[in-house]
T-cell receptor, first 114, second 108 residues
Framework: DMKVTQMPRYLIKRMGENVLLECGQD?????MYWYRQDPGLGLQLIYI???????SEGDIPKGYRVSRKKREHFSLILDSAKTNQTSVYFC?????????????FGEGSRLIVV | GDQVEQSPSALSLHEGTGSALRCNFT?????VQWFRKNSRGSLINLFY???GTKENGRLKSAFDSKERYSTLHIRDAQLEDSGTYFC??????????FGSGTRLLVSP
């Protein structure tokens, strides 16, 4: 069963607290992604990971860091959450199939920073 | 930079009717993927195309890399089709750019 699982699904944190969003996939995909989605902006890429300990900044990495110690897990960390980081965060993974890629998304993690 | 213009931003359909969503690209894209975000907030894969057209039930998608666009056609719309639809275009390598979404509301 091909699946991307995100935990937690909902989270409320105070400004300045640390946040850990976790993502797992059972497809042995090499590449994993973290996006955030805000109304009217579509999905914006925060970080991309090409494999274990091989991570690269996306379009909006400021205020975030990531960790990939196992191929099946990719974590997004906010060391001091800010109110403008209130958003829905999506994790995705992809494989390379017949010269192309297909993204598989998790169900999203809704973070509210107060 | 690479951009995707998705239209319309919102669409209302009566059950049984149909319409088309469109994404225009500012540069040549390698492939496109269409998603639907359902009422629970989950992103559901609909299509992945590197070229040509694909059809699945009442949905049909086309992608023309040279002309820099992709379309998603919905026919015989049903209430459960309501949601926000996104296109995502692969620029090359692993970079993907998303459209801003189309909010579809299907009413009786």
């Amino acid at each position: 069963d091909m699946k991307v699982t995100q935990m937690p699904r909902y989270l409320i944190k105070r400004m300045g607290e640390n946040v850990l969003l976790e993502c797992g996939q059972d497809m042995s995909h090499e590449t994993m992604y973290w996006y955030r989605q805000d109304p009217g902006l579509g999905l914006q890429l925060i970080y991309i990971s090409y494999d274990v300990d091989s991570n690269s900044e996306g379009d909006i990495p400021k205020g975030y860091r990531v960790s990939r110690k196992k191929r099946e897990h990719f974590s997004l960390i906010l060391d001091s959450a800010k109110t403008n980081q209130t958003s829905v965060y999506f994790c995705a993974s992809s494989n390379r199939d017949r010269g192309g890629n297909t993204l598989y998304f998790g169900e999203g993690s809704r973070l509210i920073v107060v | 930079g690479d951009q995707v213009e998705q239209s319309p931003s919102a669409l209302s359909l009566h059950e049984g009717t149909g319409s088309a969503l469109r994404c225009n690209f500012t540069t040549t894209m390698r492939a496109v993927q269409w998603f639907r975000k359902n009422s629970r907030g989950s992103l559901i894969n609909l299509f992945y195309l590197a070229s040509g057209t694909k059809e699945n039930g009442r949905l049909k998608s086309a992608f023309d890399s040279k002309e820099r666009y992709s379309t998603l056609h919905i026919r015989d719309a049903q209430l459960e089709d309501s949601g926000t639809y996104f296109c995502a275009a692969w620029t090359g390598g692993y970079k993907v750019v998303f459209g801003s979404g189309t909010r579809l509301l299907v009413s009786p």
